[in-house]
């Protein structure tokens, strides 16, 4: 079965410092992995995909298949930054998407 | 370029009767997909509908069944309402199919309350 796990529903982090949203996968196959962002009002967007190799807002994803993880990377966290992160994931056909719980990030000031 | 819309945004039906969502996708996107978001968890996946077909599908009963017509406009459709069913519904356009390449631009959503 395809699930993708995310452990913190909650993460609070002080203006500046390291952030780190976790993600862990279990797909038989080749998966592709995103994140997706919520702000508040706001409607569900894409953040960054593992495939880009991007860094987007200052935020970066290492796909690990060997520990089956993406999980989310930003080195100085911005209160702009406070917002809903889900992790999400795809098959080689794309017709099928999984999303998980997600992790709702404060940034405090 | 117009982005997603869903109507309407709020809805309140009973339990056993059947309601019809729709959505209007981005123009020139192909590709719909339906998503059921209950209160405090992750969108899930319906199914998704390209170029008229219904191209993948979630774990969801029969019940829930859709449409796509050719001016980007979809219908998720749910018969005999459970309350359960209660929860934000979004739709969500693309290109082509969710490959790597293609992203989702995701509508507001409906809520949807089952009494």
């Known amino acids: 079965a395809q699930r993708v796990t995310q452990p913190e529903k909650l993460l609070s982090v002080f203006k500046g410092a390291p952030v780190e949203l976790k993600c862990n996968y279990s797909y038989s196959g080749s998966p592709e992995l995103f994140w997706y962002v919520q702000y508040s009002r706001q409607r569900l967007q894409l953040l960054l995909r593992?495939?880009s190799r991007e860094s987007i807002k200052g935020f970066t994803a290492d796909l690990n298949k060997g520990e089956t993880s993406f999980h989310l990377k930003k080195p100085f966290a911005q209160e702009e930054d406070s917002a809903m992160y889900y992790c999400?994931?795809?098959?080689?056909?794309?017709?099928?998407?999984?999303f998980g719980t997600g992790t709702s990030l404060t940034v405090i000031p | 370029e117009t982005g997603v819309t869903q109507s309407p945004t709020h809805l309140i039906k009973t339990r056993g009767q059947q309601v019809t969502l729709r959505c209007s996708s981005q123009?020139?996107?192909?590709?719909v997909s339906w998503y059921q978001q209950a209160l405090g968890q992750g969108p899930q996946f319906i199914f998704q509908y390209y170029r008229e077909e219904e191209n993948g599908r979630g774990n969801f009963p029969p019940r829930f069944s859709g449409l796509q017509f050719p001016n980007y406009s979809s219908e998720l459709n749910v018969n005999a309402l459970e309350l359960d069913d209660s929860a934000l519904y979004l739709c969500?356009?693309?290109?082509?199919?969710?490959?790597?390449?293609?992203?989702?631009?995701f509508g507001p959503g409906t809520r949807l309350l089952v009494l």
């Open positions: 969500a356009s693309s290109p082509y199919p969710t490959r790597q390449q293609e992203t989702q631009y």
């Open positions: 593992h495939i």
């Open positions: 123009s020139g996107h192909n590709t």
């Open positions: 999400a994931l795809t098959g080689n056909t794309g017709n099928q998407f999984y």
